[in-house]
């Protein structure tokens, strides 16, 4: 006890002190010297490169042999993945598709309600018609309404503005009639698009699907006819719907395609980070998709309903293909993607006098991009920075990475032109007449003019090369992976390593991983889960059997992390202090026993599993190792074990990774 | 472990727990003591899905609002208006002899007559976003036109300091909404029971663990939870029964928040400001009745909370709001559509009530907004600008506004 608390006393001192005692004399090592024993750091490599620990994967990496297992998950194309995962993704079709197919086939707006037109007065009537009902006076107003045939002249009523009214109260009550029907009868066709259970059940049925055990429900199903089965699956509530996803899904394909694509894209992330065998893809998947953050519900004008559909897309095509490979890759992947040009704004950034040249030769409309063809006064025309800006302040070199504003300007633009083609196929297209073609200065480099597209490639070159890009990049990675405060000299080893390699991001991880900081005493524990991680590691250490995700997205949410849904770009932050509010704790309590005890919908745990153990070996599965002796304490004399587990995954350590 | 009755005023609040009553705890009983000493209280309530304000405060002294709205316009006060073209239902409640209130809003009359009940119109956001998320996210962060993750209530908030109750700031709901998002902590309580511990025994042992735990980063926010967790079971495991015969039932989801928050209030935890809302405003037809049936919850809520805090309204502002109003005209399906000029309401018994604030920019087509919404003559943050100054003694209005210019204040506080 004395020896571990002078320790950490001389351990706090020495790293206060580590950078320049260090040069002098080989004086108390700190903690990030302190090599972890060996079974500590199995846990630790577990922790870090993986969501968390399955039951087993301690004797696996130890039998593996702990650098070759790392070595793996850097290859993840050697490592067989999960035939479970491939099952449970199985269902989720528009994880598969490109974004054209899903924007045409799920997105498209529900169709206008024929009712909600009013009818058009000048198809109504004709012409002297009109003018007699519209202008004329009293009488010929008068006589022109009774001189119609009834239906007609209902539909007039509708329609007519009531100060023409005035004069003819015989009217009025016809008037109000016709407004009445039209209500009703609007109401009508909504219920008909969304019938409620009322309509589509006897009221014993209603009790059942409202209230009834899953085995209930069942049964009720089977007495339903196909069509009538998936509508009333998709108004179950929440606990027993996650007993049907099958049902639920048909459904709203049915009601609300668009919530599907959505769905379908959670579910994708929940099951990958939980089943998939190539852990340290995940996490990096994860990690690289904040770090080029997007928000989910971007309103673009002519895309408001779209936008979501294009994240799915985001994920699997800019960010997954290249978190291993070369940073310049990814940053290129990242800015060519709609759903990036539509979230910065780029798409819409051009040089202010793109205008003027549109009157000319082959730009001349109609062949027009749509990013043009806005009404003046609703869109921006000009130059927009946002792109420029957070490109280097949050993509790149960081926010005290050494540019100016003016680099921000001369980086906009460079990416002017770099657009999309149209709402309903905004794949990436370079229009040369929203280019500002002038020579740029970035960052000391003269960007000649006229050079087009490569303008844009020309920036990529000089901030993926740029030493605060290397830095602030290796930080980041070292934040996430390391310590919330990474020792300097590791980031700046890193960085070495980033600019030797042309950004080979596995190589810049093989430094972190093979480091000493990366295995020592000062990174043991020494991340707080986010509320994703803290989920996922729960799924993962009770071997949670996942089956539908709309219960834990909705928990994630409600800790503080909602999934692809951080508004601002630099996305959530990779330090604890966030994740630490009263609500949230107590909401990760909650959810620690609601999962072990069976009330999370759509995840089965075996508790059987911790029969007849005691809450130090329950620890030990759980968390690889033993929990802490005052954590033990405070549990014994014990309860059930499997109140137990809950006590595990509820406790400080089970919080940290 | 440890058993301490405490008597706070008016309950009497059994504290169960290892070691001494909390710091926070005692202060706030003690200044609950002193009147002059206890901390007011703000409360945000947001209208989700954009209110239609020209219907809940009825501007029956413009014509206009009669030709744009045949249908579904409230009739004017029976005192020799007539302009109801036949229009059905009951007439407005007349305020001021030009606004009247929605007759669903019965309720509120008597805090107007006591004073107690200011309406600010043609309030608002400059953004002229018109869609709902956008605009209720700008509205929550404080920050119009931009997104910001926290909110401005949560900034409003003074530092916190080790005697700062963990129930100093309550968000009615599943989770913190935005509005009270942020640096400050800040808890979310439900109505039904979102702290689902397991037993009780598994939610004392985990409360053991976080208070003994060696992990300095999690043992502080753990007992804060903890002790914040209790302290709403206990208050809630009492009887109540509502002063002076206030009715919450027929207030709907609202009345039971605010029931909660009175409760809360009245235990002497430490409130400072809470949050509250309620959805479904979104009129895109059929608007008359279902505009009636949310009002009159809405009113005998509001008024149920004013009646049951009595004398204690002196220290208490409440504050509604809405993400933007709706098109002055009507549509062809007895609704309305998206707007932006709305009105806000503000209640407390050091309000200076009675009495319409703003500017009434009219409804003559060229005086809309685009021709189509009730424009906007008073920033939303000019109202909660000098609420958060009055109620809360924030000084640091640029922290809490950021952009924000204030202008002349409006003068919605007595004192």
Known sequence: MKRSLLLVATATIAAATLPFLSLFAAGTPGPFETRLPPDRRVIQVLNRLTFGPRPGDVEEVRRIGLEKWIDLQLHPERIPESPVLETRLEPYETLRMDFVTVLKDYMQPQPAMAMLQAPNLNTLMSQEERRKVMNGTAEERRAALVAMDPEKRKQVLLTMPPTNLESLPEFKQEADDARKAQQQQMQAEVRKRNPPLEDLLAPEQIAIARNGSPEQVKALFDELDPEKRVQVAFRLPPQVGAEFPGLRREGMRAQQPQQLVSSDLRAGKLLRAVYSNQQLEEVLVDFWFNHFNVYEGKSVQNAALSYRALLTSYERDAIRPHVLGHFKDLLLAVAQHPAMLYYLDNWQSMAPDADDRLQVGPFARPFVSYAVQQPPNRQPHGLNENYGRELMELHTMGVNGGYTQQDVIEVARCFTGWTVRKPNDPGFIFLDFMHDEGEKTVLGHKIAANGGEKDGLQVFDILAHHPATAHFISKQLAQRFVADEPPPALVDRMAQTFLKTDGDLRAVLQTMFASQEFLSEGAWQAKIKSPFEMVVSALRATGADTLDIGALNQKISDLGEPLYGKVEPNGYPLTGDAWLGTADLLGRLSFATALVTGKVAGVKVDATRWDGKDAAAISRDLLGRQAAPETLEAISPGPAPASLAALIIGSPEFNRR | ?415
Not at chain 2, 39 to 57: S, T
Not at chain 2, 179 to 190: F, S
Not at chain 2, 191 to 217: K, P, V, W
Not at chain 2, 382 to 393: D, I, K, T, Y
């Open chain 2, 1 to 415: 472990m440890l058993t301490r009755r405490v008597m706070l005023r008016g309950s009497a609040v059994v504290i169960a727990g290892a070691g001494a009553m909390p710091g926070w705890l005692a202060r706030a009983a003690e200044s609950a003591d002193s009147p002059g000493a206890r901390k007011k209280i703000l409360i945000a309530i947001f209208q989700r899905g954009a209110a239609d304000g020209l219907n809940i405060v009825v501007p029956f002294a413009d014509k206009r609002y009669y030709e744009m709205r045949p249908t579904i316009a409230v009739p004017a006060p029976e005192s020799g208006h007539s302009q109801n073209n036949g229009l059905i239902g009951q007439p407005a409640i007349d305020l001021d002899g030009h606004f009247g209130l929605n007759p669903a809003l019965e309720p509120l009359k008597p805090l107007w007559d006591r004073r107690q009940l200011a309406i600010v119109e043609a309030t608002g956001s400059p953004d002229p976003s018109r869609s709902h998320f956008d605009a209720q996210d700008y509205m929550e962060s404080g920050t119009p036109g931009k997104s910001t993750s926290d909110g401005w209530l949560n900034r409003a908030l003074p530092a916190a300091t080790p005697e700062t109750s963990p129930l100093r700031a309550i968000s009615m709901g599943s989770q913190v909404a935005r509005t009270l998002r942020g640096d400050r902590a800040a808890i979310a309580v439900n109505n039904a029971q979102t702290f689902q511990l397991g037993n009780q025994d598994t939610a004392s042992i985990l409360e053991s663990m976080y208070s003994a735990t060696h992990d300095a980063r999690l043992s502080q926010p753990g007992k804060d939870a903890f002790a914040a967790m209790k302290m709403i079971r206990t208050v809630n495991q009492q009887q109540y029964t509502p002063a002076q015969g206030a009715q919450y039932q027929q207030g709907g989801e609202l009345g039971r928040s605010l029931q909660q928050v009175a409760r809360l209030i009245k235990a002497n935890v430490g409130v400072e400001a809470a949050f509250a809302e309620v959805d479904g405003w979104d009129h895109h037809g059929n608007e008359a009745n279902q505009l009636s049936n949310m009002l009159r919850q809405f009113g005998t809520a509001l008024a149920a909370f004013s009646t049951d805090m009595g004398d204690r309204m002196q220290d208490i502002v409440l504050v509604t709001m809405s993400e933007f109003g709706r098109t002055a005209e009507e549509n062809g399906n007895g609704g309305t559509d998206h707007g932006h000029g709305n009105v806000m309401m503000v209640l407390g018994g050091n309000v200076a009530g009675g009495k319409v604030y703003g500017q009434w920019p009219g409804l003559e087509r060229e005086q809309l907004n685009e021709e189509r919404d009730l424009a906007v003559t008073t920033d939303f943050r000019a109202v909660l600008s000098e609420l958060v100054g009055g109620q809360l003694g924030q000084t640091d209005l640029p922290r809490v506004f950021p952009g924000y210019q204030a202008g002349t204040p409006l003068g919605l506080l007595r004192t």
